[in-house]
Protein backbone atom coordinates (compact mmCIF):
# COMPACT_ATOMS: atom_id res chain seq x y z
CA UNK A 1 0.00 0.00 0.00
CA UNK A 2 2.60 2.53 0.62
CA UNK A 3 4.30 1.41 -2.38
CA UNK A 4 0.53 2.41 -4.41
CA UNK A 5 0.36 5.44 -2.68
CA UNK A 6 3.97 7.14 -3.34
CA UNK A 7 3.11 5.93 -7.09
CA UNK A 8 0.23 7.48 -6.99
CA UNK A 9 1.32 10.93 -5.60
CA UNK A 10 4.27 11.21 -8.16
CA UNK A 11 1.50 10.91 -11.06
CA UNK A 12 -0.60 13.99 -9.44
CA UNK A 13 2.63 15.81 -9.80
CA UNK A 14 4.07 14.90 -12.93
CA UNK A 15 0.52 15.22 -14.84
CA UNK A 16 0.22 18.93 -14.72
CA UNK A 17 3.60 19.42 -16.03
CA UNK A 18 3.03 17.20 -19.32
CA UNK A 19 -0.68 19.01 -19.90
CA UNK A 20 0.87 22.14 -19.52
CA UNK A 21 3.11 21.32 -22.45
CA UNK A 22 1.81 22.96 -25.95
CA UNK A 23 1.72 20.78 -29.07
CA UNK A 24 3.40 21.50 -31.96
CA UNK A 25 2.29 18.47 -33.97
CA UNK A 26 -0.34 19.23 -36.67
CA UNK A 27 -2.47 16.29 -38.26
CA UNK A 28 -1.38 15.78 -41.77
CA UNK A 29 -3.11 13.76 -44.28
CA UNK A 30 -1.97 12.61 -47.38
CA UNK A 31 -4.20 12.01 -50.64
CA UNK A 32 -2.54 9.69 -53.13
CA UNK A 33 -3.94 9.31 -56.78
CA UNK A 34 -2.73 6.34 -58.64
CA UNK A 35 -3.74 5.34 -61.79
CA UNK A 36 -1.97 1.47 -61.10
CA UNK A 37 -4.46 -1.10 -59.36
CA UNK A 38 -3.77 -2.43 -56.01
CA UNK A 39 -5.35 -5.46 -56.13
CA UNK A 40 -5.86 -8.57 -58.18
CA UNK A 41 -9.99 -8.31 -58.64
CA UNK A 42 -8.99 -4.63 -60.40
CA UNK A 43 -5.81 -5.47 -62.56
CA UNK A 44 -6.03 -4.63 -65.92
CA UNK A 45 -4.49 -6.71 -69.43
CA UNK A 46 -1.69 -4.49 -69.92
CA UNK A 47 1.78 -3.07 -67.60
CA UNK A 48 3.39 -0.33 -68.35
CA UNK A 49 7.16 0.39 -67.40
CA UNK A 50 7.93 3.64 -66.30
CA UNK A 51 10.39 3.89 -69.26
CA UNK A 52 7.73 3.21 -71.63
CA UNK A 53 5.49 5.47 -69.92
CA UNK A 54 7.53 8.31 -70.98
CA UNK A 55 6.79 8.10 -74.34
CA UNK A 56 2.93 8.29 -73.45
CA UNK A 57 2.48 12.06 -74.77
CA UNK A 58 4.23 11.64 -78.20
CA UNK A 59 2.09 8.37 -79.12
CA UNK A 60 -0.51 10.33 -77.57
CA UNK A 61 0.49 13.44 -79.85
CA UNK A 62 0.77 11.01 -83.27
CA UNK A 63 -2.98 9.29 -82.13
CA UNK A 64 -5.00 10.51 -79.54
CA UNK A 65 -5.93 8.36 -76.46
CA UNK A 66 -2.89 6.24 -77.08
CA UNK A 67 -0.74 7.75 -74.56
CA UNK A 68 -3.70 6.84 -72.20
CA UNK A 69 -4.24 3.54 -72.85
CA UNK A 70 -0.38 3.29 -72.34
CA UNK A 71 -0.95 4.41 -68.77
CA UNK A 72 -3.66 2.16 -68.37
CA UNK A 73 -6.03 5.48 -67.50
CA UNK A 74 -9.80 4.99 -69.15
CA UNK A 75 -9.81 8.44 -70.20
CA UNK A 76 -8.25 6.70 -73.91
CA UNK A 77 -11.98 6.28 -74.39
CA UNK A 78 -13.07 9.74 -74.54
CA UNK A 79 -10.34 10.44 -76.92
CA UNK A 80 -10.67 7.94 -79.67
CA UNK A 81 -14.17 8.44 -80.06
CA UNK A 82 -13.48 12.11 -80.53
CA UNK A 83 -10.91 11.45 -83.18
CA UNK A 84 -13.37 8.81 -84.59
CA UNK A 85 -16.57 10.90 -84.67
CA UNK A 86 -14.29 14.22 -86.17
CA UNK A 87 -13.00 11.77 -89.12
CA UNK A 88 -15.84 11.13 -89.78
CA UNK A 89 -17.38 14.19 -90.17
CA UNK A 90 -14.68 15.38 -91.90
CA UNK A 91 -15.23 12.80 -94.53
CA UNK A 92 -18.67 13.51 -94.43
CA UNK A 93 -18.46 17.46 -95.06
CA UNK A 94 -15.28 16.64 -97.69
CA UNK A 95 -18.14 14.45 -99.79
CA UNK A 96 -20.68 16.80 -99.90
CA UNK A 97 -18.28 19.83 -100.89
CA UNK A 98 -17.40 17.76 -103.28
CA UNK A 99 -21.21 16.99 -104.57
CA UNK A 100 -22.25 20.18 -104.05
CA UNK A 101 -19.17 21.15 -106.25
CA UNK A 102 -19.97 18.62 -108.89
CA UNK A 103 -23.90 20.01 -109.16
CA UNK A 104 -23.15 23.61 -109.55
CA UNK A 105 -20.49 22.85 -112.04
CA UNK A 106 -22.59 20.72 -114.11
CA UNK A 107 -25.67 23.62 -113.95
CA UNK A 108 -23.16 26.07 -115.35
CA UNK A 109 -21.94 23.94 -118.30
CA UNK A 110 -25.31 23.37 -119.30
CA UNK A 111 -27.25 26.45 -118.72
CA UNK A 112 -24.57 29.38 -118.47
CA UNK A 113 -21.82 27.92 -120.72
CA UNK A 114 -23.92 25.70 -122.84
CA UNK A 115 -24.55 29.03 -125.81
CA UNK A 116 -20.90 29.09 -126.06
CA UNK A 117 -20.10 26.11 -127.68
CA UNK A 118 -20.97 23.88 -130.92
CA UNK A 119 -20.34 20.57 -129.31
CA UNK A 120 -21.26 19.18 -125.93
CA UNK A 121 -21.41 21.22 -123.01
CA UNK A 122 -19.94 18.41 -121.03
CA UNK A 123 -16.76 18.25 -122.61
CA UNK A 124 -16.33 22.30 -121.72
CA UNK A 125 -12.98 22.69 -119.66
CA UNK A 126 -13.18 23.14 -116.12
CA UNK A 127 -11.45 26.10 -113.76
CA UNK A 128 -10.63 26.82 -110.21
CA UNK A 129 -12.99 28.31 -107.63
CA UNK A 130 -12.44 31.89 -108.37
CA UNK A 131 -14.41 31.49 -111.81
CA UNK A 132 -17.21 30.22 -110.41
CA UNK A 133 -17.19 32.94 -107.91
CA UNK A 134 -17.44 35.39 -110.89
CA UNK A 135 -20.18 33.62 -112.18
CA UNK A 136 -21.84 34.50 -108.82
CA UNK A 137 -21.27 38.02 -109.35
CA UNK A 138 -21.66 39.08 -112.99
CA UNK A 139 -24.97 37.62 -114.84
CA UNK A 140 -22.87 37.54 -118.40
CA UNK A 141 -18.99 37.05 -119.08
CA UNK A 142 -19.22 39.58 -121.97
CA UNK A 143 -16.88 39.03 -125.19
CA UNK A 144 -13.48 38.93 -124.94
CA UNK A 145 -13.09 41.37 -128.09
CA UNK A 146 -15.99 43.35 -129.81
CA UNK A 147 -14.26 42.69 -133.06
CA UNK A 148 -13.89 39.07 -134.55
CA UNK A 149 -11.30 40.00 -136.19
CA UNK A 150 -8.18 42.26 -136.31
CA UNK A 151 -6.63 43.97 -132.68
CA UNK A 152 -9.15 43.40 -129.64
CA UNK A 153 -11.37 45.47 -129.13
CA UNK A 154 -12.16 45.38 -125.49
CA UNK A 155 -15.62 44.70 -123.47
CA UNK A 156 -17.19 47.86 -122.39
CA UNK A 157 -20.69 46.90 -120.47
CA UNK A 158 -19.32 47.41 -116.96
CA UNK A 159 -22.47 45.03 -115.88
CA UNK A 160 -20.46 41.87 -117.48
CA UNK A 161 -16.95 40.61 -115.72
CA UNK A 162 -15.00 41.91 -119.00
CA UNK A 163 -16.74 45.16 -119.39
CA UNK A 164 -16.23 45.62 -115.47
CA UNK A 165 -12.36 44.38 -116.05
CA UNK A 166 -11.78 46.85 -118.99
CA UNK A 167 -13.56 49.66 -116.86
CA UNK A 168 -11.28 49.04 -114.01
CA UNK A 169 -8.05 48.48 -115.87
CA UNK A 170 -8.49 52.00 -118.05
CA UNK A 171 -9.08 53.76 -114.20
CA UNK A 172 -5.63 52.20 -113.05
CA UNK A 173 -3.16 52.73 -115.74
CA UNK A 174 -2.50 55.95 -117.63
CA UNK A 175 -1.88 54.48 -120.92
CA UNK A 176 -3.95 52.28 -123.55
CA UNK A 177 -1.20 49.76 -123.96
CA UNK A 178 -0.75 48.71 -120.01
CA UNK A 179 -4.61 48.75 -119.61
CA UNK A 180 -5.20 46.64 -122.27
CA UNK A 181 -2.24 44.54 -120.99
CA UNK A 182 -4.30 43.73 -117.75
CA UNK A 183 -7.60 43.40 -119.07
CA UNK A 184 -6.17 40.51 -121.56
CA UNK A 185 -4.73 39.35 -117.96
CA UNK A 186 -7.84 39.11 -116.12
CA UNK A 187 -10.33 39.07 -118.74
CA UNK A 188 -12.56 35.62 -119.93
CA UNK A 189 -11.57 33.49 -122.70
CA UNK A 190 -14.17 32.60 -125.03
CA UNK A 191 -14.20 28.72 -124.04
CA UNK A 192 -14.75 30.19 -120.56
CA UNK A 193 -17.45 32.48 -121.61
CA UNK A 194 -21.09 32.36 -120.03
CA UNK A 195 -24.71 34.05 -119.54
CA UNK A 196 -27.25 34.02 -117.18
CA UNK A 197 -29.52 36.37 -118.96
CA UNK A 198 -32.35 33.87 -119.88
CA UNK A 199 -31.62 31.86 -117.12
CA UNK A 200 -32.77 33.82 -113.65
CA UNK A 201 -33.64 30.87 -111.80
CA UNK A 202 -31.12 28.78 -112.46
CA UNK A 203 -28.83 31.54 -111.85
CA UNK A 204 -30.38 31.39 -108.45
CA UNK A 205 -29.99 27.92 -107.82
CA UNK A 206 -26.13 27.84 -108.75
CA UNK A 207 -26.02 30.65 -105.95
CA UNK A 208 -27.69 28.61 -103.07
CA UNK A 209 -26.03 25.48 -104.37
CA UNK A 210 -22.52 27.56 -104.24
CA UNK A 211 -23.27 28.73 -101.17
CA UNK A 212 -24.15 24.90 -99.85
CA UNK A 213 -20.42 24.00 -100.87
CA UNK A 214 -18.86 26.84 -98.87
CA UNK A 215 -20.85 25.57 -96.12
CA UNK A 216 -19.60 22.45 -96.18
CA UNK A 217 -15.72 23.35 -96.62
CA UNK A 218 -16.13 25.62 -93.58
CA UNK A 219 -17.43 22.88 -91.66
CA UNK A 220 -14.81 20.48 -92.63
CA UNK A 221 -12.10 23.16 -91.64
CA UNK A 222 -13.81 23.42 -88.32
CA UNK A 223 -13.41 19.49 -88.23
CA UNK A 224 -9.61 19.33 -88.81
CA UNK A 225 -9.42 21.99 -85.97
CA UNK A 226 -11.50 19.60 -83.34
CA UNK A 227 -8.94 16.90 -84.83
CA UNK A 228 -5.59 19.44 -83.86
CA UNK A 229 -6.90 20.43 -80.28
CA UNK A 230 -7.83 16.90 -79.72
CA UNK A 231 -4.23 15.78 -80.47
CA UNK A 232 -2.82 18.34 -78.56
CA UNK A 233 -4.81 17.87 -75.61
CA UNK A 234 -4.35 14.28 -75.53
CA UNK A 235 -0.83 15.17 -75.89
CA UNK A 236 -0.52 17.40 -72.62
CA UNK A 237 -3.01 14.74 -70.73
CA UNK A 238 -0.63 12.15 -71.13
CA UNK A 239 2.65 14.44 -70.55
CA UNK A 240 0.57 16.62 -67.31
CA UNK A 241 0.49 12.69 -65.98
CA UNK A 242 3.71 11.47 -66.60
CA UNK A 243 5.37 14.88 -64.57
CA UNK A 244 2.72 14.22 -61.98
CA UNK A 245 5.04 10.85 -60.06
CA UNK A 246 5.86 7.80 -62.15
CA UNK A 247 6.99 4.92 -60.05
CA UNK A 248 6.49 1.13 -60.07
CA UNK A 249 4.50 -0.44 -57.24
CA UNK A 250 6.01 -3.72 -55.37
CA UNK A 251 3.47 -5.95 -58.34
CA UNK A 252 5.18 -4.79 -61.51
CA UNK A 253 2.65 -2.06 -62.50
CA UNK A 254 3.19 1.61 -63.28
CA UNK A 255 1.34 3.96 -61.08
CA UNK A 256 1.25 7.74 -62.28
CA UNK A 257 0.21 10.05 -59.50
CA UNK A 258 1.14 12.86 -57.33
CA UNK A 259 0.76 13.20 -53.10
CA UNK A 260 -1.08 16.43 -51.87
CA UNK A 261 -0.60 17.33 -48.16
CA UNK A 262 -2.43 19.28 -45.95
Not at 14 to 42: E, G, K, N
Not at 100 to 129: I, M, N, Y
Not at 160 to 167: D, I
Amino acid sequence: MPDCRALFAIALITAPRLSAQPTSVVPRAVAWYDTATTSRARSVPWRVSPRVANYAPIASALIPGSGQLMLGNDRFIGYVALEALAWWKYAKDVSEQRSQEAAFKQLARRQARSHFTAGSPDLLPDADWAYYEKMRDYKESGSLSLSTSGPIVPETDTLTYNGSRWHLAQSTFSTREGALQKYLEDAVRPEFAWSWKSAQFQWDVFKQTTNKRNDAYRSGFTDLMVIGANHILSMVDAFSTVRLRASTNANGDAAIGARLSW
